[in-house]
T-cell receptor
Framework: GAVVSQHPSWVICKSGTSVKIECRSL??????MFWYRQFPKQSLMLMAT?????????EQGVEKDKFLINHASLTLSTLTVTSAHPEDSSFYIC???????????FGQGTRLTVV | QKEVEQDPGPLSVPEGAIVSLNCTYS??????FMWYRQYSRKGPELLMY????GNKEDGRFTAQVDKSSKYISLFIRDSQPSDSATYLC?????????????FGQGTILTVHP
């Protein structure tokens, strides 16, 4: 399957600070990437679609000013959690679509803990 | 009502058992169906992908889709301790919805030696 790399794997930050998470597509160029969030013992929820060279598309209920997405190149999308609060603590996972295939491959995830 | 319902378990079986995992969905617009395996603190790994109703087999894994009843299943034969993980069913609509997946809650499976 496609190789998707996320960094960092885990991060702890203080409340009120911002955290940036990177998602890289290592095998191919990805014009579209997706960001999901997963709370403990719950399923993945799509947060936003990251589009290379244009604004991200956010799902209903996701604050675009809090979760800033930048997709500046065909292999990198970043998610910045701004002014993080403890309720933002979660597992954040990105995915990419294989150009010829039809399904999504996921990164290893980033566990964010806000203290 | 959630769009995709999945029994979270946990499910515990002995090594060698046949495991049956199931999901139901409510939106008839869903056209593609996937099963992902997720180990603790890792991202989901694609196991099976199906489109039409019927069965699809890959090694010890068989995915089954019944669109008439909106029911999807994953069977694991000769289960191994290394199969212990959370199994997530996922669906999506057709057209340009690539990557926009709706997941079930996930079933925690433990295969004990």
């Amino acid at each position: 399957g496609a190789v998707v790399s996320q960094h960092p794997s885990w991060v702890i930050c203080k409340s009120g600070t911002s955290v940036k998470i990177e998602c890289r597509s290592l095998d191919f160029q990805a014009t579209t990437m997706f960001w999901y969030r997963q709370f403990p013992k719950q399923s993945l929820m799509l947060m936003a679609t990251s589009n290379e060279g244009s604004k991200a598309t956010y799902e209903q209920g996701v604050e675009k000013d809090k979760f800033l997405i930048n997709h500046a190149s065909l292999t990198l999308s970043t998610l910045t959690v701004t002014s993080a609060h403890p309720e933002d603590s979660s597992f954040y996972i990105c995915s990419v679509i294989v150009p010829i295939g039809t399904e999504a491959f996921f990164g290893q995830g980033t566990r964010l803990t806000v203290v | 009502q959630k769009e995709v319902e999945q029994d979270p378990g946990p499910l515990s079986v002995p090594e060698g058992a046949i495991v049956s995992l199931n999901c139901t969905y409510s939106n008839s617009a869903f056209q593609y169906f996937m099963w992902y395996r997720q180990y603790s603190r890792k991202g989901p790994e694609l196991l099976m992908y199906t489109y039409s109703s019927g069965n699809k087999e890959d090694g010890r894994f068989t995915a089954q889709v019944d669109k008439s009843s909106k029911y999807i299943s994953l069977f694991i034969r000769d289960s191994q301790p290394s199969d212990s993980a959370t199994y997530l069913c996922a669906t999506r609509m057709g057209g340009t919805s690539y990557g926009k997946l709706t997941f079930g809650q996930g079933t925690i499976l433990t295969v004990h030696p």
